[in-house]
T-cell receptor, first 112, second 115 residues
Framework: GEDVEQSLFLSVREGDSSVINCTYT??????LYWYKQEPGAGLQLLTY?????DMKQDQRLTVLLNKKDKHLSLRIADTQTGDSAIYFC????????????FGRGTSLIVHP | KAGVTQTPRYLIKTRGQQVTLSCSPI?????VSWYQQTPGQGLQFLFE???????NKGNFPGRFSGRQFSNSRSEMNVSTLELGDSALYLC??????????????FGPGTRLTVL
């Protein structure tokens, strides 16, 4: 079955880079997502990557995928206080229902 | 386009009561999924509706049910409420095209408190 794990907390200083890590269990054909949840709001899809890719960059966000270790990371460059939120890693299986399975979420706290 | 809307945003009920939550998807989206979010269990998938039919289902007891109307709006019902049902209930809509990845767009959620 699917299982997605991520660390619960990360604290960084404003202007530094943040790296949020995630491990997943399923195999070959998988979509991997990063979602952001701000207080009192639903989830916002930040980016996604298919498991045959190694990297995806979108402005301040860089996603790195290590398929061998089933490890996914989200790097936020020049982290701002507005980036403080909970970040969820999620996985869905190509050819399945495509319903994502979510990790528990990483709370990112950005100090001024 | 208007986003996903959920009503009500906050709800307080007592044990044993039943509750109905509503979700209006983005115009043109035919799939609506429901999730329960709690601090202890994280985000758990409840069910997905597509074209008025339940297409996928998570591992929740029969007290949790849903339906979808011809305009794609969806309702979720929880009967015989328990304290453990206190959670943020999130709805997500997507185009629903089968056999391919569909981006999900989430609503702000309904915060249910059971006393």
């Amino acid at each position: 079955g699917e299982d997605v794990e991520q660390s619960l907390f990360l604290s960084v200083r404003e202007g530094d880079s943040s790296v949020i890590n995630c491990t997943y269990t399923d195999s070959s054909s998988t979509y991997l997502y990063w979602y952001k949840q701000e207080p009192g709001a639903g989830l916002q899809l930040l980016t996604y990557i298919f498991s045959n890719m190694d990297m995806k960059q979108d402005q301040r966000l860089t996603v790195l995928l290590n398929k061998k270790d089933k490890h996914l990371s989200l790097r936020i460059a020049d982290t701002q206080t507005g980036d403080s939120a909970i970040y969820f890693c999620a996985e869905s299986i190509k050819g399945g229902s495509y319903i994502p399975t979510f990790g528990r979420g990483t709370s990112l706290i950005v100090h001024p | 386009k208007a986003g996903v809307t959920q009503t009500p945003r906050y709800l307080i009920k007592t044990r044993g009561q039943q509750v109905t939550l509503s979700c209006s998807p983005i115009s043109g989206h035919r799939s609506v999924s429901w999730y329960q979010q709690t601090p202890g269990q994280g985000l758990q998938f409840l069910f997905e509706y597509f074209s008025e039919t339940q297409r996928n289902k998570g591992n929740f007891p029969g007290r949790f049910s849903g339906r979808q109307f011809s305009n794609s709006r969806s309702e979720m019902n929880v009967s015989t409420l328990e304290l453990g049902d206190s959670a943020l209930y999130l709805c997500a809509s997507s185009p629903g095209t089968s056999g391919t990845h569909n981006e999900q767009f989430f609503g702000p959620g309904t915060r249910l408190t059971v006393l």
